[in-house]
């Protein structure tokens, strides 16, 4: 690449390189020891990372990390993923919940599109049980009776993890679990960027006594994270978002994962 290129950031094909865009984006600066620790991996891997970014424009390198380059596009590129991905989160988990039956106890794991999950859960009682710290921040329907499993907070994905969270699901068993995921491929299965919330992830899933259901939107196809959760086999139903390729929805598909999509207007 010559010295004045610079890459798209649409076009950053590997998954840890697009997510360490997107934390920079949000905090504008980031140490590679605190990226170390968000994905499970070693200081000298995320250094890497960063050198291979900086090569390509997408960030300016310091002594201990990165900051953000100071590029329109970049800052347009990331503003606009943003605002689609809340749309989109927003109508997956309004479908996700409208599975919920009346009495359920459900399964929810941390993260974005599962906090959406929650937010459109109305009319009906149910149980809710999940490591999300973020849940205690949004309106609840009054009959919904939310279940906390504790443990040892985790800020950068505001989850709950570790031995007492593990502990706990193992007393609990689910007549659905919803579960958000980092990335999805054909041949890896579902994939998470941190270690300790797929152990919470696999605990859900061998405690679930009825239907498993993941919900991702389209950035999360034809990806692979960090650490297994699961095998395509295990999950009953996968529900996404209109901007997942087609191509790729066929051969989840063909392997035999079901796949509801929503649509652009919910």
């Known amino acids: 690449m010559s010295e004045d290129a610079k890459a798209d950031p649409a076009s950053v094909s590997n998954y840890r390189h697009k997510k360490i865009l997107e934390l920079l984006y949000q905090r504008s600066a980031v140490s590679a020891e605190e990226l170390s620790q968000e994905f499970g991996v070693s200081k000298i891997t995320i250094r890497r990372d960063l050198d291979a970014l900086a090569a390509g424009k997408l960030l300016e390198r310091t002594r201990g990390g990165a900051t953000v380059t100071a590029d329109p ?17 927003r109508l ?61 907070y985790r800020p950068h994905s505001r989850s709950l993890i570790g031995d007492l969270a593990m502990a706990n699901i193992r007393r609990i068993f689910s007549s659905k679990t919803i579960l958000g995921i980092n990335g999805i491929s054909l041949e890896q299965g579902f994939t998470s960027a941190v270690y300790q ?61 079901k796949v509801a999509v929503v649509g652009e207007e919910g």
Not at 73 to 89: G, I, N, T
């Open 197 to 257: 919330e797929t152990a919470v992830n696999g605990a859900m899933i061998e405690n679930s006594s009825s239907q498993i259901i993941m919900v991702a939107d389209h950035t999360k196809m034809d990806c692979v994270s960090s650490f297994l959760t699961c095998p395509l086999s295990i999950i009953d139903l996968l529900v996404t978002d209109w901007l997942s390729p087609p191509e790729f929805l066929d051969e989840l598909r063909a392997a035999g994962l």
């Open 73 to 89: 596009h970049l800052e347009a590129y990331f503003e606009e993923k943003d605002s689609m991905a809340k749309r989109e989160k």
């Open 92 to 152: 997956i988990g309004k479908y996700a919940s409208s599975l919920i039956s009346d009495r359920d106890t459900v399964f929810l794991n941390a993260g974005s599109t599962t906090l959406e999950v929650l937010r459109h859960i109305q009319g009906t009682k149910v149980k809710v049980v999940t490591n999300n710290a973020a849940a205690l921040s949004i309106d609840l329907d009054p009959d919904l009776e939310l279940i906390m499993l504790g443990g040892e």
